[in-house]
């Protein structure tokens, strides 16, 4: 299984919290990159919502693979993301519960896509991660110059130029 291609000595709650930092679909490359710690690339691009979500409203503690059947456990900082994800995705308060998501149409994708309705396809999201794995590695890459606002600004600018190409 591909893992994420960590930062040597960087914790993944730290790359997470810079991926919350970026103002367009942070909260759903957070819960993106919290799973790709434990699914397969063809795994998530194929998950949707009633896959995660149980009929009490509670986040699944585990996934079976709609492809090949594999299961897959989830542990609690995962679901911990997916319900923050969810949350966010059908504007949910944290004070309410989950449940009224199986109000609406839960046979949609987990992980939608500003240009297509059926969310990711696979090599679609392995383009993604590879476009997040490269501007993790150049903001946590160790330069000594750099303050990290200026450094952040620079990856901005870098990030803005990687999508139009």
């Not at 434990?38 to 009633?50: A, G, P, Y």
């Amino acid at each position: 299984m591909m893992m994420n291609k960590l930062p040597s000595n960087t914790p993944i709650s730290n790359i997470l919290e810079f991926l919350d930092s970026f103002p367009r679909w942070s909260a759903r490359n957070r819960c993106l990159f919290a799973m790709r710690q434990v699914l397969r690339i063809k795994d998530i691009s194929v998950l949707r919502v009633s896959d995660v979500i149980n009929q009490d409203g509670t986040i699944s503690e585990c996934v079976i693979s709609g492809i090949d059947g594999v299961h897959f456990e989830l542990d609690l900082d995962l679901r911990s993301e997916i319900e923050r994800y969810l949350r966010f995705l059908f504007s949910v308060r944290t004070s309410e519960s989950l449940k009224q998501i199986l109000e609406s149409d839960t046979n949609i994708p987990l992980f939608a896509t500003q240009k297509r309705a059926c969310g990711f396809s696979p090599n679609t999201l392995a383009q993604h991660y590879s476009l997040t794995d490269r501007v993790i590695h150049r903001h946590f890459s160790t330069s000594t110059g750099n303050s990290v606002r200026s450094r952040h600004h620079n990856l901005l600018r870098e990030q803005k130029s990687d999508l139009c190409i």
